[in-house]
């Protein structure tokens, strides 16, 4: 009996930052690394375009995005889950 092999996608955890498309939301991801040269410790983002099929998430919410097969020219993660709410001001 064999197994097929588990699946390791990559998931990230990140903020919405726009929500104005349909079935996508843009998610920035921060991380703070080490610069190779000088050691100090410098800040870097990235943004990705999710799949969010129902419109579920909003500006400002943390989600998790997991990654996926490409769904458009942009989009390759789906938005999974959603990790905290945005605060309402």
Known sequence: MTQAPLSRKRTLIGKV???KR???VTVLIERRVKHDLYGKIVGKSSKFHA???????KLGDLVEI?????????KNW????LVEKANLV
Request: hydrophobic share 15%.
């Open 66 to 74: 997991t990654e996926s097969r490409p769904i458009s020219k942009t």
């Open 17 to 19: 930052v726009s929500d």
């Open 51 to 57: 799949h969010d099929e129902k419109g579920e998430y």
């Open 22 to 24: 349909s079935k996508t």
């Open 78 to 81: 789906i938005a999974t889950r």
